[in-house]
């Protein structure tokens, strides 16, 4: 599927995939996850294949978990089965790139946040499933998973809408507000879109609340210590969703200032842990 292959590596993501705070012998089956991810998520995000053509290859990513298939699906298949782990992450994941391809407008957060939990929440519980952490901490993964597909729609509104046609916006909003899906691909927002991603970025902070001590509920330390500097890294990209417009300007993270933040992050998640001992 080269013909697919935007070239982007699990380094090139808005938020830490399987980074070196990750005990080595687990990175390897989140990184064939996210290979398996990768893959998937460019199919949908062609801009230039049919509909057709997309859910086709879908398809055979989807065969390759079972038997035959695409080569990135198959190893994942072989990685759930030697670890035990639910297939069922998978299967969501390319049910929601199924939803890229077919949905391209969405009713009210509700909608789109059943979205996030089968293009996020999956990811995460994945992860959890690797390291054998109790499922009693799904709620706060999920609800962090979610607050991170949020920002990543609300950041790249104005590329998915040029480039995919898709808003993730919820379309009622725009409406009320006098607007429609065409303010996503101006130069600037106008004042009522600035105010609609401000309140959804606002929405999204009611989530990070709710995640907030997710890492205290991960027994593995080094999970958790990348947990939490995830969890700091959306609490800032929500706050400059608030104050930026990312029609206009960078809400991105440089290299730098996710190194500041996640430094941050580690500090006080030590202090934190040192604490309840």
Known sequence: MTEFDSGKGHTDENF???SWLIRPELRAPILTFYRFARAADDIADHETASAETKLAQLAWMRSGLDGEGAPEAMALGRVQRERGIDPAHANELLDAFVQDVTKHRYADWDDLIAYCRLSAM????FVLDVHGEDRATWPANDALCGALQVINHLQDCKKDYLNLGRAYIPQPLLERSGLTVGALGGDRAPPALRQIIADLARQTQGLLRQSKGFARQI???RLAAEVAVIQRLAENLCRG?????PLRDQVHHSKTRAALLAGGALVSHAFTRLARR
């Open 16 to 18: 830490p995939v399987a």
């Open 241 to 245: 969703l608030i104050e930026r417009d």
């Open 219 to 221: 027994r593995d330390p």
């Open 122 to 125: 999956p990811v995460g519980r």
